[in-house]
């Protein structure tokens, strides 16, 4: 493909991995703050925590980046900013899978 051109194959790629990393973020982080409430998982991720609050916060204000009462550009501006915030969270909860991961294997 020529230098310069738009290739939307590589894009719908690019975003499917971001979406992918969004999932298992959500998908983890909740297990893990179960395992830290039931006192299985020490210390407690200050940054994940942290990472996750400000997603939150940052996509219920309504007073942001743009403002969503503009149509389709506020909102599109929260799912770009909280995603990346969840992106940025799924790095964070590494050292909590590989925990888990040593809990479910069995040792003898």
């Known amino acids: ?13 690019g975003r499917g991995r971001i979406y992918l990393r969004i999932f298992k973020a959500l998908r983890t982080f909740f297990p893990m703050m179960n395992d830290w409430r039931k006192g299985r998982y020490r210390p407690l991720p200050k940054k994940a925590v942290g990472l996750m609050a400000l997603a939150v916060v940052y996509v219920a204000n309504p007073i942001d980046l743009i403002p969503n009462f503009i149509p389709f550009w506020g909102l599109l501006d929260d799912l770009i900013i ?19 991961e040593t809990q479910a294997t069995p040792t003898t």
């Open 1 to 13: 493909m020529a230098k310069g051109r738009l290739n939307p194959i590589g894009l719908i790629r």
């Open 82 to 100: 909280g995603g990346w915030l969840l992106a940025k969270l799924d790095e964070e909860l590494d050292d909590y899978r590989q925990w888990r």
